[in-house]
């Protein structure tokens, strides 16, 4: 059984097949403003993420380093690719999701839910079947550090959208932040961040897990399933094993699919989202703050292949 690197900690014998005892953490750049979105383009091994603040979506390879992908962004933050490969973007400024054709062109996607403008867009995931499930949180709304403060027309919600008819359909809306969120390997769960609504005397921070029912549309339960120490979930991912690795104030918390911490990966800024990349999907890429990081695991991503 492997024992952790030196930028780990272990607090359960899960833990520990996971991790390499020689891979370290990786600083890839730095120098950024507020880091979002990683997603990994395998058939370009390239790594795309989004500096909101900067307003610009960013390219990282490891021949080639960063370079711009696309600015202006309309400060997105949150990004994945559908089933065609395409990349689907969530927008502060312009309050929707919007997929790049295989020809360059911008589509938008979805701008308004029952007749009134989305809030903030904030994370996506893919579904096999094609459909989009997002969150709108208010964050985005509310100052001018990335995007504008803007005015909110609904309240938060997480939704799904069929990306063929343009059906959009809130299947939770008991939130006060929804956040990160990820489907486990077979799809029946989706876990979703509640990261709370700022100000808030006892914000509701934690991750909540949904079964997805029979119809693969509508979710039931939203039980607590973690709560986060310290701060509050941000963005993560599920490993092929139903693992979640999210994002936290001291780097990288990893919880097993009965919802105990087994360990973490230690970063020296506040992670706000990752991604599992390159060659098989076994290495984490980490948006923390001002700075991309990486780590090789002994571990792949759920929903590898990209």
């Known amino acids: 059984m492997n ?50 603040p900067g307003n610009r979506t960013l390219r990282w390879s490891e021949q080639h380093g960063v370079s711009t992908f696309l600015e202006p962004s309309e400060f997105a933050n949150g990004q994945t690719r559908d089933r065609e490969g395409r990349l689907i973007q969530c927008h502060h400024r312009s309050r929707c999701l919007t997929r790049l054709e295989h020809n360059g062109s911008i589509a938008t996607l979805v701008s308004q839910a029952n007749g009134r403008r989305l809030n903030a867009p904030n994370d996506v995931v893919v579904k096999s079947d094609g459909s989009i499930w997002f969150s709108d949180p208010l964050y985005g709304l509310m100052n001018d550090y990335e995007g504008g403060r803007q005015c909110s027309e609904q309240p938060p919600a997480l939704y799904r959208l069929d990306p063929n008819s343009g059906q959009i359909d809130a299947v939770a809306t008991d939130f006060d932040g929804p956040n990160g969120l990820a489907f486990s390997p077979d799809e029946q769960l989706l876990y979703v961040a509640e990261s709370g609504a700022p100000g808030a005397p006892e914000p509701r921070q934690y991750i909540r897990r949904f079964q997805v029912n029979g119809d693969g549309r509508s979710l039931s339960g939203g039980e607590i399933f973690h709560r986060i120490s310290p701060g509050w979930a941000d963005g993560f991912r599920v490993d092929e094993h139903g693992n979640l690795w999210c994002g936290a104030a001291d780097g990288v918390h990893v919880i097993a699919p009965d919802g105990v911490l087994i360990g973490k990966v230690l970063v020296p800024k506040r992670v706000s989202n990752l991604c599992f990349g390159d060659r098989y999907g076994s290495r984490l890429f980490l948006c923390a703050s001002t700075a991309i990081y990486s780590l090789f695991t002994a571990t792949r991503g759920a929903t590898w292949p990209h």
Request: proline share 8%; with cysteine.
């Open 3 to 52: 024992q952790p690197s030196s930028c780990t900690e272990s607090y359960d014998p899960r833990f520990e097949p996971l991790v390499l005892f020689n891979a370290e953490l990786e600083l890839l750049a730095e120098g950024f403003r507020w880091l979002e979105g990683p997603v990994w383009f395998g058939d370009q091994r390239c790594l795309l993420f989004s500096d909101i």
